[in-house]
């Protein structure tokens, strides 16, 4: 007989709300970068949920949180769950927290209809998803999936140069980096919740996307320097502008991702400071942050390479130096058949719409596919808003989320 959970959604719309509240900024503003007061309350509130439902809590040395239901046989691996609480500075309520909170209702809900899980289903809270303290994404999960080692981990500093070693133990987080990593099938399989954070799902009236490859993206860090002048003193023929030379490397980025054919190559610049940023000086240096993703790595590589050309190119025709560092290049990540079937299966039982589709941003799934297989699911969001205070997902939308994730995890786990 299929699993018939029941989801109270009323109680997971006021703990989302609640979680919402918690945060750096005023309403509606969410704001909680990792290892705030924010943060480490937001943790609290969560963890204290995690201990109403009876879960077993245990958290690691990094900060990542896995709360277990146990299941009949403690020597299976677990099917995991889960996603991450922090967010960037004016963010949302729903990105992250629904793959939080909607996994433990999924749970609780599992549990008020009475399954009994044969594998473990265990909640995972994944440490400083966004990127906001170090400057790179899904730090916990990194760790876990030995994607970032203990060394490199340690090198991290903010803005205002404190290192993360410091930072999480003051936030109360001991022992060593060394024991972050997992090893392959610690899980058995992990699913993550999460609203779409595009426009798809709501413009087409479907409830559900069953996400099958998550786009990764390469970062390259480039510095353009020329030579600085008063803006009225020196005349055209014999200047070398950081900044008109940086234009042309924004420029030919647009130009690289539009060339591959494909709607799933994206690039972006989304840092570009300028010294001395005067109005009356010509700009003597300029770095840009870049960002290019796709679902396929070999092409969106083919645009990493042709970026390292221009830069070399537009140097020498303009006589500036341009230096470039590749900050990460993660692999793309494609989601288990197995997990998707059982994903399209509950989406039947439960009568909803769902169509197949990749995700472009990344998310901490991607990097525990190095230690399990794994998959998503969607729920639309409305307008495709995300990492801002507009962001939302209605109770509808939500509650079709947690329900059929729900069920997949019964299959999973039964």
């Given at each position: 007989?299929?699993i018939?959970?029941e989801?109270n959604?009323?109680?997971?719309?006021?703990?989302?709300?609640?979680?919402?509240?918690?945060?750096?900024a005023?309403?509606p503003?969410?704001?909680?970068?990792v290892?705030s007061?924010?943060?480490?309350?937001?943790r609290?509130?969560v963890n204290?949920?995690c201990?109403e439902?009876?879960l077993?809590l245990?958290v690691?040395?990094?900060?990542?949180?896995?709360?277990?239901?146990e299941?009949?046989?403690?020597?299976?691996?677990?099917i995991g769950t889960g996603?991450?609480?922090?967010?960037i500075?004016?963010?949302?309520s729903y990105d992250?927290?629904?793959?939080?909170l909607g996994g433990?209702?999924?749970i609780r809900?599992?549990?008020r209809?009475?399954?009994?899980?044969k594998r473990?289903?265990e909640?995972?809270?994944?440490t400083?998803e966004?990127p906001?303290?170090?400057?790179?994404?899904?730090?916990?999960s990194r760790m876990?999936?030995s994607v970032?080692s203990?060394?490199a981990a340690r090198?991290?500093?903010d803005?205002e140069?404190?290192?993360?070693d410091n930072?999480?133990?003051?936030?109360?987080f001991?022992?060593e980096?060394?024991?972050v990593?997992?090893?392959t099938?610690?899980?058995?399989q992990?699913?993550e919740?999460h609203?779409?954070?595009?426009p798809?799902?709501e413009?087409?009236?479907?409830d559900?996307?069953?996400v099958?490859?998550i786009a990764?993206?390469?970062?390259?860090?480039i510095?353009?320097?020329?030579e600085?002048?008063?803006?009225?003193?020196?005349?055209?023929?014999?200047r070398k502008?950081?900044l008109a030379a940086?234009?042309?490397?924004?420029?030919a980025?647009e130009?690289l991702?539009?060339?591959?054919?494909?709607?799933?190559?994206?690039g972006?610049?989304g840092?570009?400071e300028v010294?001395p940023?005067?109005?009356?000086?010509i700009?003597?240096?300029?770095r840009l942050e870049?960002?290019?993703r796709?679902?396929d790595?070999a092409?969106?590589?083919?645009?990493l390479e042709?970026l390292k050309?221009?830069c070399?190119?537009?140097?020498?025709?303009?006589?500036v130096?341009v230096t470039?560092?590749?900050?990460?290049?993660d692999?793309p990540t494609?989601c288990d058949?197995?997990?998707?079937?059982?994903?399209e299966?509950s989406?039947?039982?439960?009568d909803?719409?769902?169509?197949?589709m990749?995700?472009?941003?990344?998310h901490?799934?991607?990097?525990?596919a190095?230690i399990?297989?794994?998959?998503?699911l969607f729920?639309?969001c409305?307008?495709g808003?995300?990492h801002?205070?507009d962001?939302?997902?209605?109770?509808?939308?939500?509650g079709?989320?947690?329900?059929?994730?729900a069920?997949?995890?019964?299959r999973?786990?039964?």
């Amino acid at each position: 007989m299929a699993i018939k959970p029941e989801v109270n959604i009323g109680l997971l719309a006021d703990q989302l709300a609640a979680l919402a509240l918690i945060s750096e900024a005023e309403p509606p503003q969410v704001t909680r970068v990792v290892f705030s007061d924010a943060d480490m309350r937001a943790r609290a509130y969560v963890n204290g949920l995690c201990a109403e439902a009876k879960l077993q809590l245990k958290v690691d040395a990094v900060g990542n949180t896995f709360a277990r239901w146990e299941g009949g046989n403690a020597e299976l691996a677990p099917i995991g769950t889960g996603s991450h609480i922090d967010a960037i500075p004016n963010a949302g309520s729903y990105d992250g927290t629904v793959g939080v909170l909607g996994g433990l209702e999924a749970i609780r809900a599992l549990q008020r209809a009475g399954f009994k899980p044969k594998r473990s289903i265990e909640l995972v809270i994944f440490t400083a998803e966004e990127p906001t303290r170090f400057g790179i994404g899904c730090l916990g999960s990194r760790m876990m999936g030995s994607v970032l080692s203990p060394a490199a981990a340690r090198a991290l500093r903010d803005k205002e140069g404190n290192g993360l070693d410091n930072l999480r133990r003051h936030a109360g987080f001991s022992g060593e980096l060394e024991t972050v990593a997992v090893r392959t099938g610690r899980f058995h399989q992990f699913l993550e919740l999460h609203i779409e954070q595009g426009p798809l799902l709501e413009e087409r009236g479907i409830d559900l996307g069953l996400v099958t490859a998550i786009a990764a993206p390469a970062s390259l860090r480039i510095v353009v320097e020329g030579e600085g002048g008063h803006a009225g003193g020196k005349l055209m023929p014999g200047r070398k502008d950081a900044l008109a030379a940086a234009a042309e490397l924004i420029l030919a980025l647009e130009s690289l991702a539009r060339s591959t054919g494909a709607v799933d190559t994206v690039g972006t610049v989304g840092i570009c400071e300028v010294f001395p940023g005067a109005v009356n000086s010509i700009p003597s240096k300029v770095r840009l942050e870049t960002d290019i993703r796709d679902t396929d790595g070999a092409r969106r590589d083919g645009v990493l390479e042709g970026l390292k050309l221009a830069c070399a190119e537009v140097a020498v025709r303009r006589g500036v130096t341009v230096t470039t560092e590749l900050v990460n290049a993660d692999p793309p990540t494609l989601c288990d058949v197995e997990i998707l079937a059982a994903l399209e299966a509950s989406a039947k039982e439960a009568d909803r719409t769902w169509q197949k589709m990749v995700a472009r941003a990344y998310h901490d799934s991607s990097f525990v596919a190095c230690i399990a297989p794994v998959a998503m699911l969607f729920i639309p969001c409305r307008g495709g808003v995300s990492h801002r205070p507009d962001e939302y997902a209605s109770r509808e939308w939500i509650g079709a989320g947690v329900d059929v994730l729900a069920r997949t995890l019964a299959r999973l786990a039964g």
